[in-house]
């Protein structure tokens, strides 16, 4: 058995050709294209949703139980505040204020009366009292009852856009009861809201650009109200803002709001398709001397095209961008499209 182990090893070693003993293949370096980290001025972009609301809105209602006599006004017109839009039946109003102003004038002379007479001491001060004192009543009584006759002509208390009218002529009309609406839409203000996290960073006077649907155009708008409290619900804040062109703009309608925050410090950004998810969070590979090394990074605001890097990162950083499911810690690397 010696003897045959010593022929074969003599017969390797004097063989004419070469023999590998349990060889290994290099394996091929994998080819990937790549990213230098660098600090760049970064604005975040905060994207959401919002409603369209006419810059003034009301439902014009009844005040006084009586019957419409008038509609003065076309249905979807324009008007101007102070314009006259129904008249009630105020008939009787008006012939309770002529027998109002009879008695007042009479309780008018009647006082004049008194008040000559009570330094000759043919009245008591009594008298000179008690007819002041109704005076007094029917002029108030007066001015209640020409109240409620300006109350029976309805007027528009802001210039804007009408709608359809709710009633017709004749109706006896009810307290609170809706007559018709009334829109200005001179200015249209956008409602949204944005997460609690963004609280110190908008400002009122902060400008925003929304699109509604089936506009493509872009409008732009200014933060004008902030809402003092965050909503304990949905943990967000509540914002309004107004748009000076409202043209092809209806209240109630959906907006697609943007805002964009001012440039904060320099940021490191990195292409998105360089980040990987990892067992606690997400990471990139690192490219140095022609290997690769993974490292585990805190993301900030990710955009479309780019993610903003927190830690982990540091400019100047080659990142790999490209045949990251081939890469793996310690694999050779070959760059390719190296700017």
Not at 274 to 289: E, N
Request: charged content about 20%; some cysteine.
């Amino acid at each position: 058995m010696m003897r045959l182990t010593f022929f074969l090893t003599t017969l390797v070693l004097c063989s004419p050709w070469p023999v590998a003993l349990h060889a290994q293949p290099a394996m091929p370096a994998v080819q990937v294209e790549v990213h230098t980290a660098q600090t760049v001025p970064f604005a975040e972009t905060i994207k959401t949703v919002g409603t369209l609301r006419a810059n003034e809105a009301v439902t014009i209602v009844a005040e006084s139980p009586l019957r419409l006599k008038e509609i003065a006004f076309e249905e979807g017109a324009q008007v101007e505040a102070g314009t006259l839009l129904f008249q009630l039946d105020d008939a009787e109003l008006q012939s309770e204020l002529k027998e109002i102003e009879a008695r007042l004038a009479l309780a008018l002379a009647n006082k004049k009366r008194t008040e000559e007479l009570l330094p000759t001491k043919a009245v008591s001060q009594f008298d000179a009292d008690l007819a002041a004192a109704e005076w007094q009543g029917l002029e108030a009584q007066k001015q209640t009852k020409l109240v409620q006759i300006a109350r029976a002509k309805i007027i528009a208390p802001f210039a804007g856009k009408l709608g359809t009218r709710k009633v017709s002529t004749g109706a006896l009309l009810s307290p609170n009861l809706p007559l018709v609406d009334l829109q200005d839409t001179s200015k249209i203000k956008v409602d949204f809201t944005v997460p609690e996290r963004y609280a110190r960073s908008i400002r009122e006077k902060q400008k925003f650009s929304f699109t509604v649907a089936g506009q493509g155009e872009a409008r732009d708008g200014v933060i004008t109200v902030i809402e003092p409290v965050i909503d304990p619900q949905t943990r967000s804040l509540r914002l309004s803002g107004v748009c000076d062109k409202p043209e092809g703009l209806w209240p109630g309608g959906f907006a697609d709001v943007t805002i964009t925050l001012d440039q904060g410090q320099p940021s490191i950004m990195i292409p998105t398709q360089a980040v990987v998810p990892s067992p606690r969070g997400h990471g990139v590979y690192l490219i140095a001397s022609g290997k690769a090394k993974f490292q585990e990074v805190v993301i900030g605001t990710r955009t479309d095209q780019q993610v903003q890097i927190l830690r982990g990162v540091a400019a100047g950083d080659v990142i790999a961008i490209t045949n990251l499911n081939r890469i793996r810690p310690g694999v050779e690397v070959k760059l390719v499209n190296v700017p």
